[in-house]
T-cell receptor, first 114, second 113 residues
């Protein structure tokens, strides 16, 4: 079966712009989580969606937002990009809410802000 | 606040030797603990998890981890390292089944032929 698909794989944006990243979970998975990975901070939790509702949110500014659609696909948006937003953004899908069901990660979107 | 720590940024081991990648946790209640591996330009791959039961957990690719409640540790081990085990390893934890994972900062494992 198809894995977790994240698009695009690579992005280069300019400071002040906004960006939208997409995540298509494994068929039948209803939960999508987003993480930001940077060399200095490791993996930081952004948010988790289940059945189109945000269930958990990490400690990120309001410039970071997300949503989940009825087909479980999820998008995250970052507005007014800053250089520090450069990172690998990982999406993970799961059958249910929380890691106990088992997360499957996508390959990520590498965002570079210049 | 719950946290997971990986005290070593880098671990080097010779091929064929046993390897250990260390992880300690600070999670209230009964912890859910996980190990993931990341290869270059890839997402994270699940290796194993501890939720309850035997303290020794066996996972993928010959890896195992031992849950030690008194030392609040969950070290990843493998009896005989392979060059192909070289990757970035993450320990992660949660204090219940429906809260997000908190990750350690990762340990880069290099297995030298």
């Amino acid at each position: 079966k198809a894995g977790v698909t994240q698009t695009p794989r690579y992005l280069i944006k300019t400071r002040g712009q906004q960006v939208t990243l997409s995540c298509s979970p494994i068929s039948g998975h209803r939960s999508v989580s987003w993480y930001q990975q940077t060399p200095g901070q490791g993996l930081q939790f952004l948010f988790e969606y289940f059945s189109e509702t945000q269930r958990n949110k990490g400690n990120f500014p309001g410039r970071f937002s997300g949503r989940q659609f009825s087909n479980s696909r999820s998008e995250m948006n970052v507005s007014t990009l800053e250089l520090g937003d450069s990172a690998l953004y990982l999406c993970a899908s799961s059958l249910g809410l929380g890691p106990d069901y088992g997360y499957t990660f996508g390959s990520g979107t590498r965002l570079t802000v210049v | 606040a719950q946290s997971v720590a990986q005290p070593e940024d880098q671990v080097n081991v010779a091929e064929g030797n046993p390897l250990t990648v260390k992880c300690t946790y600070s999670v209230s209640g009964n912890p859910y603990l996980f190990w993931y591996v990341q290869y270059p330009n890839r997402g994270l791959q699940f290796l194993l998890k501890y939720i309850t039961g035997d303290n020794l957990v066996k996972g993928s690719y010959g890896f195992e981890a031992e849950f030690n409640k008194s030392q609040t540790s969950f070290h990843l081990k493998k009896p005989s390292a392979l060059v192909s085990d070289s990757a970035l390893y993450f320990c992660a934890g949660s204090y219940s089944g429906n809260t997000p994972l908190v990750f350690g900062k990762g340990t880069r494992l290099s297995v030298i032929a």
